[in-house]
């Protein structure tokens, strides 16, 4: 059975950093695209960042240049690593493993921006 435990949210202030992590268990990892997905009150759940086995990032347009997603295969957990962060970043964040229908869910993290 696959698990996901996200943890690293929180509040924080407009323009500070926070890093969210995500540990695997009973799955294979190395392989599986890795990827962070957002939820936003009242929004559609949205594709943040992603990460291939082989280390390819893909972000979203809102986050590139401060978000920067990545992988230690070896500790079967994927990051998230977040700067100068903006209150429209307030959402709950969620893990997720694999594509399409096969893909497998975190819990869920919340993120607070505060202005």
């Known amino acids: 059975q696959v698990q996901l435990v996200e943890s690293g949210g929180g509040l924080v202030q407009l323009g500070g950093s926070l890093r969210l992590s995500c540990a695997a268990s009973?799955?294979?990892?190395?392989?599986?695209?890795m990827s962070w997905y957002r939820q936003a009150p009242g929004k559609q759940r949205e594709l943040v960042a992603a990460?291939?086995?082989?280390?390819?990032?893909n972000y979203a347009d809102s986050v590139k240049g401060r978000f920067t997603i990545s992988r230690d295969n070896a500790k079967n957990t994927v990051y998230l690593q977040m700067n100068n962060l903006k209150p429209d970043d307030t959402a709950v964040y969620y893990c997720?493993?694999?594509?399409?229908?096969?893909?497998?869910w975190g819990q869920g993290t919340q993120v607070t921006v505060s202005s």
């Open positions: 990460v291939t086995g082989g280390g390819s990032t």
């Open positions: 997720v493993k694999g594509v399409g229908p096969f893909r497998s």
């Open positions: 009973g799955t294979v990892f190395s392989g599986n695209v």
